[in-house]
């Protein structure tokens, strides 16, 4: 019998580094979101940017912005609106949730990554609280000592 795909996996489209960088991740929640045919296609095509993009709640509805998915070639004039406003599905509770923890001072909605599981795409939102320019240099620095122990473990064995 020939391995093929169980469907349960998730296959990676887009991942946002550079929010693990600039904020600190409280909790990670996953999303449902509404796209149409041709950004599904730009998905699988593995065109999507995350960089700079936010979620944000408005009249009980959470939304997802200024995330980039490139027009589809072949969708020609049924093709989408790259930078629009995208929905998200999440469950009422979850929403209502996230809300009350985004009036607290400091947080905000980050997409992490944006997959496939089981043939949808899914966004994993995270509840994130923004770092300071010093918070980044610590994480910089213990990144490095990190590093040289690593490397300097690896010499002394290689003797």
Not at 127 to 143: F, H, P, Q, V
């Amino acid at each position: 019998m020939a391995k093929g795909k169980t469907g349960d996996e998730m296959q990676p489209i887009a991942e946002n580094r550079k929010a693990r960088h600039d904020y600190f991740v409280e909790e990670t929640y996953e999303a449902g979101i509404v796209l149409v045919g041709s950004e599904v296609k730009s998905c699988r095509a593995g065109r999507v940017n995350l960089r700079d993009s936010y979620a944000q709640i408005k009249d009980g509805e959470i939304f997802l912005h200024n995330c980039h998915i490139s027009p589809f070639e072949q969708a020609n004039r049924f093709n989408h609106e790259p930078l629009r406003p995208r929905k998200l599905l999440m469950h009422k509770r979850e929403i209502q949730r996230l809300f009350g923890k985004v009036r607290e001072k400091g947080f905000t909605l980050v997409p992490l990554r944006l997959y496939f599981k089981k043939g949808r795409v899914k966004v994993e939102i995270a509840l994130a609280k923004g770092k300071r320019s010093y918070d980044k240099r610590e994480d910089i620095a213990a990144r490095d000592v990190k590093r040289e122990m690593a490397r300097a473990l690896r010499g002394k064995y290689d003797d």
